[in-house]
C-alpha cells in the first residue's frame, strides 16, 4: 500500500480532528472532560486507524485496521448528535 499520507481520505480525518478540537473547545466547562474528551479521541482515532493499517504487512491486516477507523467514524457521529 502506497503511503498513508498520500492518502486523501487521510489528509480529510485531519482536517477534521481541527474542526472537532475548534468545536469542541466552545463546549460548556462541564464537559471537557467528558463529551469533549470522548469526541477528540475517538476523531484522533480515525487517521491513526488510516495510518496504522497501511503500515501492516497484509491486506487483512490493513482492512481489519480500516474497519477500526470506520468504528471511531461512528462513534464520533453518534457523540455528535448529543445535542451540542
Known amino acids: 500500500m502506497r503511503n498513508y499520507s498520500d492518502l486523501e481520505v487521510w489528509k480529510k480525518c485531519r482536517e477534521l480532528v ?3 478540537y475548534k468545536y469542541s473547545s466552545k463546549f460548556p466547562q ?3 472532560f467528558g463529551l469533549s474528551s470522548q469526541m477528540r479521541r475517538s476523531a484522533v482515532l480515525i487517521p491513526s486507524n488510516i495510518a ?3 503500515g501492516r504487512n497484509s491486506s487483512a491486516d490493513t482492512l481489519k485496521f480500516l474497519f477500526i477507523a470506520r468504528g471511531s467514524l ?3 457521529e453518534n457523540t455528535t448528535l448529543s445535542g451540542f
Open 52 to 54: 496504522e493499517g497501511c
Open 18 to 20: 481541527t474542526v472537532i
Open 74 to 76: 461512528y462513534e464520533l
Open 30 to 32: 462541564s464537559e471537557m
